[in-house]
């Protein structure tokens, strides 16, 4: 499964939106992006996953690029619930197993 | 549905002490798997199974045994603790293989510690 590098930390407002960038540039065409969150030491939450076309749910957006080499998270409006830490984890289509890295601490501030 | 549910919550143990560490799921998932966290790190794959009677090895195996009798239950031996396995324990559950849409559904953890 590809590897993925995100920046350790972000910082963002309430009610605005949370970007969270994640690079994956050695992905394979068959391997989908997901997002996972983990909140204050709970287990990992599913946010949203994608091949190549943008996705949106009742939780976050995923912009994925065309050449598929970077995607960003969006929470369309931050709350101080949102703070976490947030994983990218690219894995194949029909695969189970997640591969974490150190994610991205999303910290929410009022 | 309770989905993934672990006990104990806490547990220390002294080293060289052996345990179980309990997973069950009630969504009839057939993919079962233990990750461990450690302090400040993602997530390690510790073993995982596709379906009652078939296990195997993830990232960082050593130490730890599994079986799987039922699809329900992943339990999590520990033979001989170190303190080196002291950690958060997760347990997690899924559709097989073969579904497109894999997404996980992990427990709230164990929180290990070895003195």
């Known amino acids: 499964d590809a590897k993925t590098t995100q920046p350790p930390s972000m910082d963002c407002a309430e009610g605005r939106a949370a970007n969270l960038p994640c690079n994956h540039s050695?992905?394979?065409?068959?391997?989908?992006v997901y997002w996972y969150r983990q909140i204050h030491s709970q287990g990992p939450q599913y946010i949203i996953h994608?091949?190549?076309n943008n996705e949106t749910n009742e939780m976050a957006s995923l912009i994925i690029t065309e050449d598929r080499k970077s995607s960003t998270l969006i929470l369309p409006h931050a709350t101080l619930r949102d703070t976490a830490v947030y994983y990218c984890i690219v894995r194949r289509e029909y695969g189970n197993k997640l591969v974490f890295g150190a994610g991205t601490i999303l910290r929410v501030k009022s | 549905n309770a989905g993934v549910t672990q006990t104990p919550k806490f547990q220390v143990l002294k080293t060289g002490q052996s345990m179980t560490l309990q997973c069950a799921q009630d969504m009839n998932h057939e993919y079962m798997s233990w990750y461990r966290q450690d302090p400040g790190m993602g997530l390690r794959l510790i073993h995982y199974?596709?379906?009652?009677?078939i296990t195997d090895q993830g990232e960082v195996p050593n130490g730890y045994n599994v079986s799987r009798s039922t699809t329900e239950d992943f339990p999590l031996r520990l033979l001989s603790a170190a303190p080196s396995q002291t950690s958060v324990y997760f347990c997690?559950?899924?559709w097989g293989p073969g579904q497109a849409n894999n997404e996980q559904f992990f427990g709230p953890g164990t929180r290990l510690t070895v003195l």
């Open positions: 997690a559950s899924s």
């Open positions: 994608g091949l190549k």
């Open positions: 199974s596709v379906g009652a009677g």
């Open positions: 050695t992905i394979s065409g068959n391997e989908y």
